[in-house]
């Protein structure tokens, strides 16, 4: 079963205004499977899986291969583990001229970002796939079951909640081993320790001295470690918001690990009644939100507010000239603390939203809307004008 994504059109414009498109993201967010199913309409495309010993040596001599197959669409795939052909793709892609030549793609590691970039400048266009947002899936799965297993394909599709959890505590073990083994001096347990202790603390300011000290390294470390778990999409850092509005703001960063089924695996919560009962739950909800409005407002600068007296929005979002304050409560009837109003009021967003998992808002006061997901994409789409895009 192919389920659609969102981001089939742009992929599919790319592949007309430039010669290369890449597709960037996190491993098993279906990138392959995305790519395979838009090839079908060239039935002369070539694949190379570059995990593939077999596909790899037909590059052995790269050049030949790509000027014998001049003309036709060939996607590499997993280009990280070869991106030495990034030079090579630059050259013949400005010898041939025109566009739609290759499609590559690859989990996103800031080598493979900067050597393309440099090589590639002006000739590609990217587009970052997520696992499923909830606009995907949502003809397939009960939100429910969506916030427990989070977005992975091969974990929300899962039969049953045991086969789920195992492939998620799989990925977390894979990723840890392939796609950060190429950094030297890199600690799989350190990494896995600081994982799950972001997970415990999902949604919270990043004290960087105290994990630190908890793990026995440096602050450095600490934050290089963080920097790789978000430069491959494991982790959301929300810078706080600069508000002119004579009050002390708080200064630290806020982290969120991007998909729930992650944070569940991390944390040994196999269902939803479980996770219900733990305290983690208020920030799962927070981490979906902002995942979505990630992947659909990509452009968009996220941050949150708070002051030093306990007023706080949980995301700002500011977006094509407009700004949106949007707090997040999993409650199926939102109620807003002191604070909060405080904070809609100091930040005197266009539009003030409470996103909660209702099948659909109401209006909370005269300033204040309490939202579904579905409605608060929609009201940011009409606000600014534009159309929710995943590129």
Not at 230 to 255: C, D, H, I, W, Y
Not at 328 to 347: E, Q, R, V, W, Y
Request: proline share 4%; with cysteine.
């Amino acid at each position: 079963m192919y389920i659609q994504r969102l981001i089939e059109a742009d992929i599919i414009k790319s592949l007309d205004h430039y010669p290369v498109t890449a597709l960037i993201g996190p491993r098993q967010s279906g990138k392959s499977t995305l790519v395979k199913q838009l090839l079908q309409s060239h039935p002369t495309a070539i694949t190379l899986d570059l995990e593939r010993p077999s596909d790899l040596s037909k590059l052995d001599d790269a050049e030949w291969f790509f000027e014998n197959t001049k003309g036709t669409l060939i996607f590499l795939d997993e280009i990280q583990r070869k991106s030495e052909l990034f030079p090579l793709i630059r050259s013949l892609v400005d010898d041939w001229g025109g566009n739609g030549h290759f499609i590559i793609s690859g989990s996103a590691t800031p080598e493979l970002l900067r050597q393309s970039s440099e090589s590639l400048a002006g000739r590609i266009k990217y587009h970052t796939l997520m696992p499923f947002i909830w606009q995907e899936i949502n003809q397939h799965c009960k939100l429910e079951d969506y916030l427990v297993s989070g977005g992975f394909p091969r974990s929300i599709l899962s039969k049953h909640t045991e086969q789920s959890m195992d492939w998620r505590q799989s990925f977390i073990q894979t990723y840890l081993e392939r796609d950060l083994s190429f950094w030297s001096g890199f600690s799989t347990t350190t990494m896995l320790r600081l994982w799950q202790m972001l997970a415990h603390t999902n949604g919270q300011s990043i004290n960087y001295s105290r994990l630190a000290s908890a793990l026995g390294v440096s602050n450095v470390t600490v934050k290089n470690y963080i920097d790789l778990l978000e430069s491959t999409f494991m982790v959301k850092t929300l810078v706080p918001k600069r508000a002119n509005v004579g009050k002390r703001l708080v200064k630290a960063q806020k982290v969120y690990l991007t998909d729930t089924g992650i944070i569940n695996a991390l944390l040994h919560l196999p269902d939803f009644n479980t996770l219900t009962g733990h305290p983690v739950f208020g920030s799962l909800w927070e981490s979906l939100v902002i995942t979505q409005l990630m992947a659909h407002f990509p452009l968009a600068l996220l941050s949150y507010y708070r002051t030093s007296n306990g007023s706080e929005i949980d995301v700002v979002v500011e977006v094509g000239g407009k700004q949106f304050s949007i707090e997040c409560k999993n409650s199926l009837s939102p109620t807003l603390t002191k604070g909060n109003h405080i904070a809609f009021h100091d930040l005197d967003s266009n539009k003030n939203m409470v996103v909660a998992p209702v099948s659909k808002g109401w209006p909370l006061s005269s300033e204040i809307t309490v939202v579904s997901l579905e409605e608060m994409l929609a009201e940011i789409q009409l606000a600014t004008g534009q159309n929710p895009k995943t590129t």
